[in-house]
């Protein structure tokens, strides 16, 4: 089974620029989740959907800040504009259903602005 | 609110030594699981267990070993004759709402020959 795959690896920018992330998951997978996960502490989720549907977007800065899901698939996380303190790893996750606790993580984007 | 709390910020073993890593939550439900992630250097999140908060029972798998003790809320891991493949940050965690996870800060375990 192929994993969570994320798209870039590595992503350099400087404050005010925009990026996107791509995110497609575990093939089957209803629910996926964006974590943010800043150096030197654990991931906080962002954004989750349940297929092409928002289930919890509270923590997600939505004035910069956006994500979808388009056929409720593959997903795309963007900040626009990024500020310094966006720099982070973005990580996505997916599993089979929305309750089921087995998560999948990516390997997810490393984002430095400068 | 939904707290997870591991106050070993890095640990540094020599290799083949026991390193337990510690873990404290906080939770107002009643029912409730608890995970352990880890987190090598190319960044992916490992799942590596998922207990229930139904079942204390210790338990051991392969060289991973695990205390849950409700009454002090707290869920530690431990890796017996660590090996530098160990190296990695250990996260635990408690999902909420929506299976929204709360993590720790993370425990950086650092095994060396």
Redesign the interface.
């Known amino acids: 089974e192929a994993g969570v795959a994320q798209s870039p690896r590595y992503k350099i920018i400087e404050k005010r620029q925009s990026v996107a992330f791509w995110c497609n998951p575990i093939s089957g997978h209803a629910t996926l989740y964006w974590y943010q996960q800043i150096l030197g502490q654990g991931p906080k989720l962002l954004i989750q959907f349940q297929n092409n549907g928002v289930v919890d977007d509270s923590q997600l800065p939505k004035d910069r800040f956006s994500a979808e899901r388009l056929k409720g698939v593959d997903s795309t996380l963007k900040i626009q504009p990024a500020k310094l303190e966006d720099s982070a790893v973005y990580l996505c996750a997916s599993s089979p259903t929305r309750g089921d606790y087995g998560y999948t993580f990516g390997s997810g984007t490393r984002l430095t602005v400068v | 609110a939904q707290k ?1 709390t591991q106050a070993q910020t890095e640990i540094s073993v020599v290799e083949k030594e026991d390193v337990t890593l510690d873990c404290v939550y906080e939770t107002r439900d009643t029912t409730y ?1 608890l ?1 352990w ?1 880890k987190q090598p250097p ?6 590596l267990i ?1 207990r229930n908060s139904f079942d204390e029972q210790n338990e051991i798998s392969g060289r991973y070993s695990w205390n849950f003790q409700k009454s002090t809320s707290s869920f530690n891991f431990t890796i017996t004759a660590s090996q530098v493949v160990d190296s990695a940050v250990y ?1 635990c ?1 408690l ?1 909420g ?10 425990t950086r375990l650092q095994v060396m020959l």
């Not at chain 2, 190319?42 to 799942?47: H, M, R």
């Not at chain 2, 709402?97 to 993370?106: D, R, V």
């Open positions: 997870v699981y995970f992630y190319s960044g992916e999140l490992v799942f998922r996260f965690a999902p709402a929506a299976s929204k996870l709360t993590f720790g800060t993370g």
